[in-house]
């Protein structure tokens, strides 16, 4: 059938894609890698004519020395043009290289101006997906329970404190009993009953009479 519809030709490749257009940022390092070439050509020139300077130097020293002063004259223009190219030169290279570091500048400045853009958007993103009132809600709920914490601590500490008093004013209590008792020549708890049972039962002793002792007693410990 190919003879009734012909042949066919066959499909065309697609274009390729069109290159992504250079960022600023490309451009910069693309022209500064151009001016960093142009500096290190330059300076390969300078390093040649220096070298040049020198046989010229030393060719006009010879020939001075031989008498032929029209040629030193001729050496010595040559050596002044040599020179004056050196100069200019080094001129070239540090303009390049002051250039040089104004794309560095700019291209610093572009990055932090992405960069700060790039804060921005996740800022606004941030403050759009940001729930004040819910916010504001548990801000509410953190103050009502860092109070409700501080005043159950004062609650506590008020009660160590009471116990702790108590505890004091009872080991102050025993102090004093004890103090007493030493003076008496008795110990609590064990020679009460020796003591007891030496003078006979709490019914056969005389009240008055070891109630008016330990008064006295008590008297004179506190003079």
């Given at each position: 059938m190919s ?23 490309q ?11 142009a500096c290190r ?6 390093l ?6 020198q046989?010229?130097k030393?060719?006009i ?16 223009r040559d ?6 190219h050196i100069t200019?030169m080094?001129?070239?290279?540090t303009?390049?290289q ?5 794309l560095?500048s700019?291209?610093t ?9 790039n804060?921005?958007?996740i800022m606004?993103?941030i403050n759009?997906?940001?729930n004040?009132p819910a ?29 702790l008093?108590?505890?004091d ?11 007493v008792l ?8 064990s020679?009460?009953g020796?003591?007891?049972a ?5 019914a ?8 008016s002792?330990?008064?006295?007693r ?6």
């Open positions: 003879w009734l519809f012909g042949k066919r030709e066959p499909l065309a490749p697609p274009p390729p894609p069109a290159p992504a257009p250079e960022t600023l940022g451009q910069i390092k693309r022209n500064q890698r151009s001016i960093d070439k050509e330059l300076e390969r020139e300078r040649k004519m220096e070298a040049q300077e046989k010229v030393v060719q020293k010879k020939t001075a020395r031989e008498g032929q002063i029209e040629a030193a004259r001729m050496l010595a050596l002044v043009r040599t020179r004056s200019r080094y001129k070239m290279r303009q390049m002051s250039v040089s570091m104004q560095t700019m291209r400045n572009e990055s932090m101006a992405s960069a700060m853009g804060v921005v958007q606004a993103r759009q997906n940001m004040l916010m504001q809600n548990v801000m509410m709920q953190f103050e009502m329970e860092h109070g409700k914490m501080e005043m159950t601590q004062e609650m506590v500490d008020d009660a160590m404190g009471d116990v008093s108590g505890a004013e009872e080991a102050q209590t025993d102090d004093v009993i004890n103090q030493d003076e008496l020549g008795l110990e609590q708890g020679k009460l020796a003591v007891a030496a003078h006979g039962t709490p056969q002793m005389n009240p008055a009479v070891n109630d002792a330990i008064e006295a008590m008297e004179n410990l506190r003079r």
